[in-house]
C-alpha cells in the first residue's frame, strides 16, 4: 500500500464498523418478546443469518427488489425450522424490525478509537448498501456521525456495491480521485473487489483468505495506514 499517497479512507457500515448480527438479534429479541413468541428465538436466529445472507447477495445482484428482501428473508426462515409463520405475522415483523433496527448502537471493539485516530490523518467517509431511512439512523445514534465528510447509499444512485458506478459517485462526492483512497469492508465482492476494480486499495476487515491487507482487529488498521 503507497501510505504517502493516502488522503481519503472510506467504510462500509454493516459488520466493518456497526455490529449488525449483534443489533439485529438484539432487535429481534426485543420483537419477539412483544410478540410473546421469544421462545423461538434460538432457533430463528440460526436460521436467519444465512437466509439473510444469502437475500442481501441477490438484493446486491439486482435479483429481487427491496421489498421481496424483506419478506422472503423472513418467511424462509421460519420455513426453515417449520414454524407456521402467517403473512401477517411476517409482515409485521418485517415494519417492527426496519423501524427498531437502527435503535441499537453497538461498534465492533476499537471504533471510536480507530476513527478518532485517522480522523487527525485522512478524510473519512461512509459508502454502504443499506437504506437510506435506516443508515443514516445507525450512524447518528452510535455517535458516527461527525467523523465522516461524506455518506454514500445505494439509493444516491440507485445502485449497489460492488457496481463500479457507486465507487466512482462515492469518489466524486468526497471530491477525490481512486489513487488517493482506501476502502474498508468485510465482503471481499462488494467492498474489496468493487473498490480495486475503479482503481482504489483496500483493506479487507473479515476471517476469509485474502492475499492483500487483511485484519480482524478494527485497531489494527491504525498499523496499516500509520
Avoid: C
Avoid at 23 to 33: A, G, Q
Avoid at 211 to 223: A, D
Amino acid at each position: 500500500m503507497k501510505k504517502n499517497k493516502i488522503t481519503d479512507v472510506f467504510f462500509d457500515l454493516d459488520h466493518t464498523l456497526w455490529d449488525f448480527e449483534k443489533n439485529s438479534r438484539l432487535t429481534f429479541e426485543t420483537i419477539f418478546e412483544e410478540l410473546q413468541i421469544q421462545s423461538i428465538i434460538e432457533d430463528f436466529i440460526q436460521a436467519y443469518v444465512p437466509t439473510n445472507f444469502k437475500y442481501w447477495k441477490l438484493f446486491r445482484n439486482d435479483e429481487i427488489s427491496k421489498e421481496d428482501l424483506r419478506y422472503y428473508r423472513l418467511k424462509d426462515t421460519f420455513s426453515l425450522f417449520n414454524y407456521p409463520a402467517s403473512d401477517e405475522l411476517i409482515n409485521s415483523i418485517s415494519n417492527k424490525y426496519i423501524n427498531q433496527l437502527s435503535l441499537q448502537t453497538h461498534l465492533f471493539p476499537g471504533t471510536h478509537e480507530l476513527l478518532q485516530y485517522l480522523k487527525t490523518k485522512y478524510r473519512l467517509h461512509i459508502i454502504t448498501n443499506g437504506f437510506d431511512e435506516v443508515q443514516y439512523k445507525k450512524i447518528s445514534r452510535s455517535g458516527l456521525e461527525d467523523y465522516f465528510s461524506t455518506i454514500t447509499t445505494s439509493e444516491d444512485i440507485n445502485l449497489k456495491k460492488p457496481n463500479p458506478k457507486v465507487f466512482l459517485h462515492a469518489l466524486e462526492k468526497a471530491k477525490t480521485k481512486p489513487e488517493q483512497s482506501v476502502m474498508v469492508g468485510d465482503n471481499l465482492e462488494a467492498d474489496v473487489n468493487g473498490a480495486l476494480q475503479v482503481g482504489m486499495q483496500a483493506i479487507y476487515f473479515g476471517e476469509e483468505d485474502y492475499e492483500g491487507w487483511k485484519t480482524n482487529q478494527l485497531i489494527e488498521i491504525k498499523n496499516i495506514l500509520g
